[in-house]
C-alpha cells in the first residue's frame, strides 16, 4: 500500500510576485516562515519591535533572496507602533501572518496598559489586522497553540484583573483569543463579501526562545532542558510547516485551523485540524472581537 506523502516545505508553490508581512519574524518559527517564503520568490516584510535584530536576522538569509525581505518596525505591545506601521504601509499585502508572541511572563503592562501577554497576541494583531485591511488581498493567518485548550475568556476581564494573574493561565487565553479571532475574522468576511481569507495555524511542541521568558530562572532552566532533547520538541522549520500551510495552500478554506498530524498535534506535518468546542462559540468572539476592536480604538 502506497502512502501519500505528507506535506512539508518543499510543497510551497511559487510565491513569485506576491508581498506577505510577517510579525516577530526575526527568530523562530517567523524567521523559518520568511526563508521558506523568499526562496519561492515572495517579498516579505520583516515586521519586528527590535530592528538590530531584524536586520541581523535578514543577513542570515541566503544571498539570492535576501533582498526580497526588508526591515520594518512593528512593537505589538503600543498600539501606537501599529498606527505608525500601517500608516507606513504602501502597496498591497497578500497575506498577514500574525505570528509574534510572548509566553509566560510575570504580569506586566502594554504602552496602553492591558496584560502583556494579550495584548501582544490578540490585541496588537488584532489592530494591525484591522489597519491593513484596505491593502489585503488573499488571507490573515493567526499563530494558536494547543494551550488554547486551556483558556477560557472572560471578555469583561481580558487583562485578567478580576480573576488573578496566572502567567500561563494568562497565556492560554492569549491564543484562545487568537483562534477565535481568526474565526470571527472570517465570519465578517464572509458577511461582507470581500473574498478575504482568516485562518489559525498552531505549530505543536517547538523548540524556541519563545518558552523561556518568565523571568523565573528555575522554570526557564527547565524548559531549556525540554528543548535540547532532539525528539522533545519540533525545530522552529518544522513548527513552521503548519504556518506555511496555512499561508500558502491556495484552495485552504478560510475558517481553517491547521496544526501537526502525530502525537495529538504535538509533533509532524500539517494538517487540518479541530480547536476545541470553546474557541468556536460565536457570540464570545464576536464579543471578544467588539471588546477588542474598543480598546484598539478602531470605531
Same mark, same amino acid.
Given at each position: 500500500m502506497t502512502r501519500t506523502p505528507r506535506w512539508s516545505a518543499s510543497d510551497v508553490t511559487d510565491q513569485t510576485g506576491r508581498t506577505f508581512v510577517v510579525t516577530g519574524a526575526n527568530a523562530g518559527i517567523g524567521l523559518a516562515t520568511t526563508k521558506v517564503l523568499v526562496d519561492r520568490g515572495a517579498r516579505v516584510v520583516m515586521a519586528c519591535r527590535n530592528q538590530e535584530k531584524a536586520e541581523a536576522a535578514r543577513a542570515t538569509l541566503p544571498v539570492g533572496t535576501r533582498d526580497l525581505a526588508s526591515v520594518r518596525r512593528l512593537d505589538l505591545s503600543d498600539l501606537d507602533s501599529v498606527d505608525e506601521f500601517v500608516a507606513g504601509a504602501t502597496g498591497r499585502v497578500d497575506v498577514l501572518i500574525n505570528n509574534a508572541g510572548v509566553m509566560n511572563l510575570p504580569l506586566s503592562r502594554t504602552a496602553q496598559g492591558h496584560e502583556m501577554q494579550f495584548g501582544v497576541n490578540a490585541l496588537g494583531h488584532h489592530a494591525l489586522t484591522h489597519g491593513l485591511l484596505p491593502r489585503?488581498?488573499?488571507?490573515?493567518?493567526?499563530?494558536?497553540?494547543?494551550?488554547?485548550?486551556?483558556?477560557?475568556?472572560?471578555?469583561?476581564?481580558?487583562?485578567?484583573?478580576?480573576?488573578? @494573574? *496566572?502567567?500561563?493561565?494568562? @497565556?492560554?487565553?492569549?491564543?484562545?483569543? /487568537?483562534?477565535?479571532?481568526?474565526? !470571527?475574522?472570517?465570519? $465578517?468576511?464572509?458577511?461582507?463579501? $470581500?473574498?478575504?481569507?482568516?485562518?489559525?495555524?498552531?505549530?505543536?511542541?517547538?523548540?524556541?526562545?519563545?518558552?523561556?521568558?518568565?523571568?523565573?530562572?528555575?522554570?526557564? *532552566?527547565?524548559?531549556?532542558?525540554?528543548? +535540547?532533547?532532539?525528539?522533545?520538541?519540533?525545530?522552529?522549520?518544522?513548527?513552521?510547516? +503548519?504556518?506555511?500551510?496555512?499561508?500558502?495552500?491556495?484552495?485552504?478554506?478560510?475558517?481553517?485551523?491547521?496544526?501537526?498530524? $502525530?502525537?495529538?498535534?504535538?509533533?509532524?506535518?500539517?494538517?487540518?485540524?479541530?480547536?476545541?468546542?470553546?474557541?468556536?462559540?460565536?457570540?464570545?468572539?464576536?464579543?471578544?472581537?467588539? *471588546? /477588542?476592536? !474598543?480598546?484598539?480604538?478602531?470605531?
Open positions: 489585503l488581498t488573499d488571507r490573515v493567518v493567526w499563530l494558536g497553540s494547543l494551550a488554547h485548550l486551556r483558556g477560557r475568556l472572560d471578555t469583561d476581564d481580558l487583562s485578567m484583573d478580576l480573576r488573578g @494573574y *496566572r502567567p500561563m493561565r494568562a @497565556y492560554a487565553d492569549s491564543k484562545l483569543a /487568537c483562534i477565535m479571532l481568526a474565526y !470571527e475574522w472570517q465570519r $465578517r468576511f464572509e458577511r461582507d463579501g $470581500r473574498g478575504i481569507r482568516s485562518m489559525a495555524a498552531h505549530p505543536g511542541y517547538t523548540a524556541t526562545e519563545l518558552i523561556r521568558q518568565s523571568g523565573r530562572p528555575v522554570a526557564d *532552566r527547565f524548559f531549556e532542558l525540554g528543548n +535540547s532533547i532532539p525528539w522533545a520538541g519540533l525545530t522552529p522549520e518544522m513548527g513552521a510547516l +503548519s504556518v506555511l500551510f496555512a499561508a500558502t495552500v491556495p484552495d485552504l478554506p478560510g475558517g481553517s485551523f491547521v496544526g501537526p498530524d $502525530r502525537l495529538g498535534g504535538l509533533r509532524g506535518h500539517p494538517k487540518i485540524a479541530r480547536s476545541s468546542r470553546g474557541s468556536r462559540d460565536p457570540e464570545v468572539a464576536s464579543a471578544l472581537w467588539e *471588546r /477588542c476592536t !474598543e480598546m484598539a480604538a478602531f470605531r
